[in-house]
């Protein structure tokens, strides 16, 4: 049962100024973590953290002294025992709440490792992790593009429905746009006006009645420090499918007559949840995805059984089939998902048993 590093180093920046018992305790949390390749950056912090705490216990002591000798109507020796065994009940009920809230997060952090999220969810359920960005390319016949983060190429040469995998961008406002490859020249542009530690950002070139259009999502990530669950959302990247519900069911029952959509009403070049709200939370299992026209129980698209892995981050997006004919033809599409984390296949094409495509 391992500590995440994210969790255990904001413990200790923050237990470091605590009481002697608890200093030791995460002294030898510390020690614990020594063969892990963060545990310079602890020990750094530990040390200047001692440092902080001990100038802040030499001023405690000033101002303890100063109310000692301040009362003068007993003996000196009698005043020192009257006002420390005073003193020491706060103390030792200080040190133990402390002790016992050091327990909590330790275990809460170890249980983390253990059982729930990994390591990099725990830094954005925290909001300790730096911003992440990536970049979905939708357009059929689309030319390959750059995807440019403040003007500047940040992923290069990406062809339709291929998937970035997430990338660290700065916090504040931040322009996003795609470019024919190896140009800054921009086909469709927007704006994250306030990016933030721990959400995910996606960015989507879609295409539209006159050219090329582009997508926004931001993701706050409230996922649970002890969930194991995965989250969904969808996207509608199909100008020729305006609104559609989506159904994720179990493998073993596909009847959604009497079912509710997972994501209802997806309407083109919007979101569902919508962006700046959190994704849906279901458990891992093996599903089918089915699509229809928005209010309709009659499917457009019905996807092969897949596994939906526990902590998975999917955007669902429907996409055209391919080619300009098709993206005519109504709610003629595929649903691609991008998978978040930095994973050997961000991008997954989900068929149509529809029709074969």
């Not at 960015?203 to 969904?232: C, E, H, M, N, Q």
């Amino acid at each position: 049962m391992a500590f995440n590093p994210a969790v255990a180093t904001r413990l200790i920046r923050v237990s470091a100024r605590e009481p002697a018992p608890a200093r030791g305790l995460l002294s030898a949390i510390v020690q614990s973590m020594r063969a892990t390749p963060i545990a310079r950056t602890l020990t750094d912090s530990w040390t200047h953290e001692r440092r902080v705490a001990r100038r802040m216990r030499r001023r405690a002591g000033s101002a303890e002294n100063d109310t000692i000798t301040s009362t003068t109507n007993r003996p000196p020796a009698q005043v020192t025992r009257l006002q420390i065994n005073g003193l020491r009940p706060i103390r030792e009920r200080w040190q133990m709440k402390t002790i016992r809230t050091i327990a909590v997060l330790v275990g809460a952090a170890a249980l983390v490792s253990a059982c729930g999220g990994g390591s990099n969810d725990v830094g954005k359920e925290l909001g300790l992790q730096n911003p992440l960005i990536h970049f979905v390319h939708a357009i059929p016949s689309g030319p390959t593009v750059d995807f440019l983060v403040n003007g500047s190429a940040l992923q290069k040469n990406i062809a339709y429905k291929n998937v970035t995998n997430f990338a660290n961008i700065n916090t504040g406002a931040t322009s996003v746009s795609y470019a024919p490859a190896g140009t800054t020249t921009a086909l469709a542009s927007g704006s994250f006006p306030n990016v933030a530690k721990g959400h995910e950002y996606t960015v989507i070139a879609v295409p539209s009645a006159s050219g090329d259009d582009i997508g926004l999502i931001d993701d706050p990530f409230d996922k649970g420090l002890l969930s194991g669950s995965a989250r969904v959302r969808g996207f509608n990247a199909s100008l020729n499918a305006s609104n559609l519900d989506l159904y994720l069911v179990p493998s073993n029952n596909t009847n959604i007559s009497n079912a509710s959509p997972t994501l209802a009403g997806v309407s083109y070049k919007n979101a569902v949840p919508a962006s700046g709200q959190d994704s849906v939370y279901v458990s891992g299992g093996t599903y089918v995805l089915i699509a229809t026209a928005a209010g309709s129980k009659t499917p457009i698209f019905q996807s092969n059984s897949f596994d939906l892995a526990n902590n998975a981050d999917w955007l669902v997006t429907s996409v055209p089939i391919g080619g300009v004919l098709t993206q005519l033809l109504p709610n003629q599409i595929h649903l691609l998902v991008a998978q978040g984390g930095n994973t050997s296949q961000p991008a997954l094409e989900l068929t149509n048993t529809l029709n074969g495509q």
